[in-house]
């Protein structure tokens, strides 16, 4: 089991920027790829982004490419999303994922194929 811990949410300004970060500990070893996601009120928890733990390829949402950017540092156990140019609608709690089961390849873009969940960071973004 992984223990990822989220942080860096808070209020941001359209247009402005903002980083989250995931601190992974446990098995982190046995880690295929890393994802973040996120849920806002009264909706299902969607994708955001995916990275594979070992090479570093990368997959966006469609509502987020261009804007957003996930990176890791593995020597930390980190998993980063730098938000560039946010938008009210990117409004959300948003959590990160340990995938550390299954298949490496290709990147998987639903809740059900992440084993271990953080708590969530609040991201509000005013207009």
């Known amino acids: 089991q992984v223990q990822l811990v989220e942080s860096g949410g808070g209020l941001v300004q359209a247009g402005g920027s903002l980083r989250l970060s995931c601190a992974a500990s446990?098995?982190?070893?046995?880690?295929?790829?890393m994802g973040w996601f996120r849920q806002a009120p009264g909706k299902e928890r969607e994708f955001v982004a995916a990275i594979t733990w070992v090479v570093g390829s990368t997959y966006y949402a469609d509502s987020v490419k261009g804007r957003f950017t996930i990176s890791r540092d593995n020597a930390k156990n980190t998993l980063y999303l730098q938000m560039n140019s946010p938008k009210p609608e990117d409004t959300a709690v948003y959590y990160c994922?340990?995938?550390?089961?299954?298949?490496?390849?290709?990147?998987?873009?639903?809740?059900?194929?992440?084993?271990?969940w953080g708590q969530g960071t609040q991201v509000t973004v005013s207009s």
């Open positions: 446990g098995r982190t070893f046995s880690t295929r790829q």
């Open positions: 994922a340990n995938r550390g089961k299954g298949s490496y390849y290709p990147i998987v873009d639903r809740p059900s194929g992440y084993d271990d």
